[in-house]
T-cell receptor, first 109, second 110 residues
Framework: AQRVTQPEKLLSVFKGAPVELKCNYSYSGSPELFWYVQYSRQRLQLLLRHISRESIKGFTADLNKGETSFHLKKPFAQEEDSAMYYCALSMGGYQKVTFGTGTKLQVIP | NAGVTQTPKFRVLKTGQSMTLLCAQDMNHEYMYWYRQDPGMGLRLIHYSVGEGTTAKGEVPDGYNVSRLKKQNFLLGLESAAPSQTSVYFC?????????FGPGTRLTVT
């Protein structure tokens, strides 16, 4: 069975500092991996997915199959980045998605 | 284009009562999902549907039932509510890669 692990419940960083939100997964097949974000009082929304290799709001994430990781990174944190971040894994066909427990990012001014 | 809507937004139930949560989407998505969000547990999949008339169990299906009679609607039922079902419930829909979430329903069972 697939599993997504986000080891940090809370990550506090100062504005301008680098951010790395950790995500590790276990899945025997070829995974599709995503990062979702939930800003305060807003809906959960897709931030980025590994297959598109894009940078959204300065965030990037690289899939490391050897380490089974998909860490989310940003070189310089902004106050508006404060939110709850969820790593998610999908089996082929995107029918079923498994979410991690989430990491709350707090950017300190 | 409302996206994904959920009814109601808040509800308080007494143990043993029943209720139905309604999710509606206007994006013609095939897939629909019900999750619950609990502190420290993240989002856990309750049930999902890959098309009209189909449903499947997720990670935590016990105590819940679902129906997808129309493509745009996905109903989540609690037949006999328990305090352990106190949670925030999110509905989502999708046609492939991305899931679109509703605003959530906060349910308290006393």
């Amino acid at each position: 069975a697939q599993r997504v692990t986000q080891p940090e419940k809370l990550l506090s960083v100062f504005k301008g500092a680098p951010v790395e939100l950790k995500c590790n997964y276990s899945y025997s097949g070829s995974p599709e991996l995503f990062w979702y974000v939930q800003y305060s009082r807003q809906r959960l929304q897709l931030l980025l997915r590994h297959i598109s290799r894009e940078s959204i709001k300065g965030f990037t994430a690289d899939l490391n199959k050897g380490e089974t990781s998909f860490h989310l990174k940003k070189p310089f944190a902004q106050e508006e980045d404060s939110a709850m971040y969820y790593c998610a894994l999908s089996m082929g066909g995107y029918q079923k998605v498994t979410f991690g427990t989430g990491t709350k990012l707090q950017v300190i001014p | 284009n409302a996206g994904v809507t959920q009814t109601p937004k808040f509800r308080v139930l007494k143990t043993g009562q029943s209720m139905t949560l309604l999710c509606a989407q206007d994006m013609n998505h095939e897939y629909m999902y019900w999750y619950r969000q609990d502190p420290g547990m993240g989002l856990r999949l309750i049930h999902y549907s890959v098309g009209e008339g189909t449903t499947a169990k997720g990670e935590v299906p016990d105590g819940y039932n679902v129906s997808r009679l129309k493509k745009q609607n996905f109903l989540l039922g609690l037949e006999s509510a328990a305090p352990s079902q106190t949670s925030v419930y999110f509905c989502a829909s999708g046609s492939g890669i991305e899931q679109y979430f509703g605003p959530g329903t906060r349910l308290t069972v006393t």
